[in-house]
C-alpha cells in the first residue's frame, strides 16, 4: 500500500509551541491540522494567480 502522507519534522521555539496550542485548542485542531491550514494558506497566497 502506498502512503498518502509525508512526515515533515519542524523545530519550534518554546513560545512558537505555546502559541501553535493555544490557537489550536482554541479552534478544536490538532497541531497537525493547525500547520496544515496555515501552510496551505500561505501557499495560497504566494502562488500568483491566473493573469
Known sequence: ???KTIV???SLS???CD???RIRKR???TRTGLIRVA????I??????PS
Open 1 to 3: 500500500m502506498t502512503r
Open 8 to 10: 515533515v519534522s519542524i
Open 14 to 16: 518554546p513560545e512558537e
Open 19 to 21: 502559541d501553535v496550542d
Open 27 to 29: 479552534e478544536m485542531r
Open 39 to 42: 501552510l496551505r494558506d500561505y
Open 44 to 49: 495560497r497566497r504566494q502562488t500568483p494567480g
